[in-house]
């Protein structure tokens, strides 16, 4: 087996194990996969109770991390997110205690909920992987993933994330009501105790890390490349976009299609991983236009419009028509 079918089977052992607690999101479950491959962040907006929690836990558990939770409060401070150092009067010196964010799978709880101070504590953890408290710098374990999620009909009591900090977020996803059959099937699993109580552990934190490595080999054509920076260079010329999307959402989609190619047992990334991930990777990083948004145009619209009108290396496309209603 080559270390490409490898990530593959990789891919296979952690969205089964995952599937035993989350029924009927394989789809999610392999974005955040891909997340983990890429050393990214996700931000999951969805409304309550449709399993945000019990997929952070389920991950943690299948890749076999650890696992810290903050809950987003008006109240929270930084320090209560980062740590903080006190003085021990034995030892005559400070020490540093450490903050929820130290450890290798955080969940950020209703991150809206938090003051725009306090979410700012978590752009250095997400951008450079470590913490400054007093002045002293303090690394974060490999890997490390931050699994944010927030309520996107409620906003009494919200501060909405700023482009900086949404920018720090590899893709974005919904989860979504798990449908009919799906629910039934989550009732029958939990009728006498919950799943995630007794998952087991599919894959070490050693084979993780060894994908992360294996996924940066994987090859794009210069043509492949071009066409990436010419999905996002669209987002800024775009009538219905008020801001486009950074290089850095040129770096994301360039990364996550890498990753996706490798859990698919590819080591060259086709235009059809692009397409697939041009939504989740780029769609947070656009704002609509006001009046684009009273027309009921979204971000994701949006991004649809691009990739139908942007010329695919080695085929034809058809001409950019009127912008149509998610």
């Not at 080559?2 to 089977?9: T, V, Y």
Request: net charge neutral.
């Amino acid at each position: 087996m080559d270390e490409f079918s490898a990530i593959q089977a990789l891919t296979e052992r952690v969205v089964q194990n995952v599937e035993r607690v989350v029924v009927g999101k394989r789809r999610e479950v392999e974005l955040i996969l891909l997340a983990l491959l890429c050393r990214g962040h996700v931000l999951i907006e969805d409304v309550p109770g449709v399993g945000k929690t019990v997929i952070a836990k389920a991950i943690a558990r299948t890749i076999g991390s650890n696992f810290k939770r903050i809950q987003f409060t008006p109240d929270l401070l930084p320090s209560d997110v980062t740590g903080v150092s006190i003085f021990n009067q034995q030892s005559r010196e400070f020490e540093f205690r450490a903050g929820p964010i130290i450890a290798q799978l955080v969940l950020a709880d209703e991150i809206n909920r938090a003051t725009p101070k306090t979410q700012s504590a978590l752009l250095e953890a997400m951008e450079e992987g470590q913490v400054t408290v007093d002045g002293i710098t303090h690394q974060l374990p490999k890997p490390f993933i931050v699994l944010a999620t927030e309520n996107p009909i409620e906003y009494q009591g919200t501060f909405p994330l700023p482009e900086a900090q949404l920018d720090r977020f590899l893709i974005r996803l919904s989860l979504g009501y798990p449908g009919r059959e799906n629910e039934l099937r989550m009732l029958e699993r939990q009728h006498d105790a919950h799943p995630l109580d007794s998952l087991q552990q599919a894959i070490s934190i050693d084979d993780l890390l060894a994908a992360q490595q294996v996924v940066r080999s994987v090859h794009v054509a210069p043509p492949t490349a071009a066409y990436i920076v010419s999905i996002v260079e669209s987002t800024r010329r775009h009538e219905s976009v008020q801001l486009g999307a950074s290089p850095r959402g040129s770096l994301a989609l360039y990364n996550t299609a890498r990753a996706w190619a490798a859990m698919n047992g590819q080591n060259v990334v086709e235009p059809d991983e692009i397409k697939e991930l041009a939504v989740p990777a780029l769609a947070h990083r656009v704002i609509v236009h006001p009046g684009a948004r009273l027309r009921g145009v979204t971000s994701d619209a949006v991004i649809r419009d691009i990739l139908a009108s942007t010329p695919v290396p080695g085929a034809m496309v058809r001409e950019p028509g009127p912008l149509r209603r998610r």
